[in-house]
């Protein structure tokens, strides 16, 4: 599989037990350079740090928040920057029609008003079978233009919220890849091609909380409900034909399959967005998925190290390569724990079963 911008010494291959990994193609010394990856496709940055981080920049200042003088989105669309070169960074690549939707994200967003609750109230078990039955139940009522109506009026708490900033920053750019009329954002070489391949945790992860069912419907609805007007469900639903790509409208995009990928990628996918430089104890401020270096596969004694500079992350190597080896990273500070201990924390933490070598060769050693 070739990946836009992915290294020049590195190819993606398919392992036995663990999908798809980075493999080096020649030579590496200590220190090569793998990859810099300018910015994330879609992110968020949690309520609670909303007004202390830079939504450019990633800046925080230990909850400082002098340091962030451009807040002129920061009360309706709760984006705040170092300056005004932070926010037309920002406002370039995003594009300016990213405030409003995530002002209107901001306006689901539960302040005191009564929960109204989505319509599905899924109760699951989390098999595969029971979560395609709860989303065919929406599919089925949003052919109801009142119930997409009734949906606008779903209260989002901070986690609901939260992701559905990123689900929707994630369906912009979809849009401006597919709509004719968009400028096309720089993003790092990804795009919604690489971010739909990566490896989907969606049903392991319901299994472990059934709860996020509801939560990934919820926002479905609202989602679904805002950004759908009179005029746009009149020809979503009743006109039932096909758009044509040069009238593509945003709600188009909103579509249960689109929205269950991308919340579908987040959880094994996501590098953290940290408080730098990263200590023990350094704050995790949100999240964000980069499609393109999403494919480095965990070791529990890796040859790569990703460090973050603001929204860019690079990737070097730890140590000398050579060619065919196995590029992987840590996703966790585990490798000084014990075996089992490391395990525990990657099986609850990144829902996989570690078959690393450091892993494989000490379980040879307990058994
Ligand atoms: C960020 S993705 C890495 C790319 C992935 N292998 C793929 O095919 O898309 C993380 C997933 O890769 C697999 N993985 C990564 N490192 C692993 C390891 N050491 N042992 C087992 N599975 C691993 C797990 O399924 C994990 O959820």
Same mark, same amino acid.
């Given at each position: ?24 193609? +020649? ?22 740090? *909303? ?38 960074? #920002? ?43 709860? #989303? ?28 559905? *900033?990123?689900? +929707? ?89 689109? +929205? ?13 967005? #940290? ?28 040859? +790569? ?13 730890? *140590? ?29 933490? #990144? ?17």
């Amino acid at each position: 599989m070739t990946i836009p911008s992915s290294s020049k010494f590195m190819e993606i291959r398919t392992t036995p037990h663990a999908g798809r990994s980075y493999h080096s193609t +020649v030579d590496l010394p200590e220190n090569s350079c793998l990859m810099d990856i300018s910015t994330p496709y879609a992110y968020t940055i949690y309520k609670q740090f *909303r007004n202390e981080v830079c939504s450019e920049c990633f800046r925080y200042d230990g909850g400082r928040r002098s340091f962030l003088t451009c807040r002129e989105y920061s009360e309706s669309a709760g984006l705040s920057f170092c300056n005004d070169q932070c926010r037309d960074q #920002w406002l370039i690549r995003e594009g300016a029609d990213a405030v409003r939707l995530l002002a209107r994200v901001e306006s689901a967003r539960q302040k005191g008003k009564q929960k109204v609750k989505g319509d599905a109230l899924p109760r699951t078990s989390g098999t595969a079978e029971d979560i395609e039955r709860e #989303w065919e139940k929406v599919r089925r009522l949003e052919k109801s233009a009142k119930d997409v109506r009734k949906w606008r009026r779903i209260a989002l708490d901070d986690f609901q919220a939260d992701a559905a *900033r990123y689900v +929707v920053l994630a369906l912009h750019h979809l849009f401006q890849e597919l709509s004719s009329v968009g400028h096309v954002s720089d993003l790092g070489g990804s795009c919604w091609r690489t971010f739909v391949s990566l490896q989907s945790s969606e049903t392991i992860r319901i299994k472990q909380f059934p709860e996020l069912l509801d939560d990934h419907i919820s926002i479905y609805q609202v989602l679904r409900g805002l950004f759908t007007s009179d005029k746009d469900l009149a020809r979503q639903i009743y006109d039932g034909r096909q758009p044509e790509p040069e009238e593509l409208l945003f709600s188009d995009v909103i579509t249960v399959e689109n +929205v269950r990928r991308i919340l579908a990628v987040d959880a094994g996918n996501s590098f953290g967005i #940290w408080e730098r430089p990263l200590i023990d104890n350094s704050e995790l401020l949100g999240f964000a998925v980069y499609p393109v270096p999403s494919f480095f596969n965990h070791d529990c004694s890796p040859n +790569v190290q990703s460090s973050g500079h603001g929204r860019k992350l690079r990737f070097l190597t730890t *140590r000398a390569v050579t060619s065919g080896e196995a590029l992987c990273i840590s996703y966790g500070h585990v490798e000084s724990l014990p075996m089992k201990e490391r395990k525990k924390v990657l099986l609850e933490g #990144w829902f996989f079963d570690c078959v690393c070598r450091k892993c494989v060769s000490e379980s040879g050693h307990a058994e």
